[in-house]
């Protein structure tokens, strides 16, 4: 174990006097760099740490913030039942809406590459449009309004389906079901996007020459061609799926209520938003920020494991 440590701190000491030296020879182009460094260190660094400080402590913002220690996270994965909740939510959306939609955005760009250009661009765009429009959940809002206004009970009733409305939004037994649908369509856009500009940079002069090498099929040209040249690409698109998996928040608010029935739809960030904004209480939020930020940073690693496989 000492070891292994030790080689483990030698070869980070190494990194950075290899970065050090980077830094003396490209000196102009880090500076070039150096706004947005600021920038990032400034809004997403300083912030990500003054979050893990305060998850130490009792903080109401009015008050000086008083450390606890562990009584926060100790809290909340012993005694907080809506959290559990909320943890097994996140999850059930992350795999539905993050390896599932991931896999299917690749595919149907995939499938789509070799359509004519018009087709490929409505295509495109039926795809990409949830991206740029965020309220675009509102319609299925009224799509699924659990009265008599909402279109689908409408439909229902008009045609002696049933007698009384259908609680799509606020019976937990069902609602998942709809909105879970709902993420997955508004999650695929960016990542679908960045495959099709991936597939479309490809070198057609690879593919001749693997067919010379000894490729036999479509498939074999996927794994052996396509996919190690899309692994920036597909490492963005991963990245992506799991931030919108695990950020989900807005989606369930707005369709199931705040807070929804019997807390069927909260989420991480749901809980997270209750706690810090609603009751104030910013070190059990920023525990738990830190909990969701920790498991994005292992998700994270795990994938980038498998996508090194690739291709070999």
Known sequence: MSEKLDKYIAKKKLSISDLGRNIRVNKVCYLFLLPYAVLFITFYVLPMLTS???????YNILEKPD???????LNLFLEDDV??????NTFLIA???????YIMAFIFAWLINELPKWIRTLVVFFFYAPSISGNAYFVFKTLFNDDQNGWLNRFLANMGITNAPIM????????MKVIIPIILWMSLGTGFLSFVAGLKGIDKAQYEAGYIDGIQNRWQELWFITLPNMKPMLLFGAVMSITSAFGVCDVTMQLAGYPSTDYYARTIVTHLFDYGFTRFEMGYASAIATVLFLTMILCNKVIQKLLNRVGH
């Open 168 to 175: 799509f939004l606020t019976d937990p037994r069902i609602g």
């Open 52 to 58: 893990i400080y305060f998850s130490f402590t009792n």
């Open 67 to 73: 450390f606890i220690g562990a009584r926060n996270y």
């Open 95 to 101: 795999i539905i809406t993050g390896p599932v939609g």
């Open 83 to 88: 959290f559990t909740t909320a943890v097994k």
